[in-house]
């Protein structure tokens, strides 16, 4: 099992910037698919970005040219670049680590981080 640990989330304003980060521990051998997912209030959870050990990435539509996803394989640790931030971001902010995409949902599964955005 790995354990994910995520760090740097909080409180900004509209236009803003945060880099949230995410350390992996444990059997990390079988994590060659990383991601970041939110999950606003009353709203389903859903794909932010995710990342290939080997550096392929995806990114939802909402956030195409503010997020940026990058992963460190040496410090098993990945990053997400918040710039240009909307209150429509805030959110609670899981990462995740699994063999790939579609079976995400039974990988492991960070404690998650708040990410407030005001107007």
């Known amino acids: 099992q790995v354990q994910l640990v995520e760090s740097g989330g909080g409180l900004v304003q509209a236009g803003g910037s945060l880099r949230p980060s995410c350390a992996a521990s444990?059997?990390?051998?079988?994590?060659?698919?990383m991601g970041w997912y939110r999950q606003a209030p009353g709203k389903q959870r859903e794909l932010v970005a995710g990342?290939?050990?080997?550096?392929?990435?995806n990114y939802a539509d909402s956030v195409k040219g503010r997020f940026t996803i990058s992963r460190d394989n040496a410090k098993n640790t990945v990053y997400l670049q918040m710039n240009s931030l909307k209150p429509e971001d805030t959110a609670v902010y899981y990462c995740?680590?699994?063999?790939?995409?579609?079976?995400?949902?039974?990988?492991?599964w960070g404690q998650g981080t708040q990410v407030t955005v005001s107007s």
């Open positions: 444990g059997n990390i051998f079988g994590s060659n698919f």
């Open positions: 995740a680590a699994g063999i790939n995409i579609a079976t995400i949902a039974f990988g492991s």
């Open positions: 990342i290939t050990r080997g550096g392929s990435t």
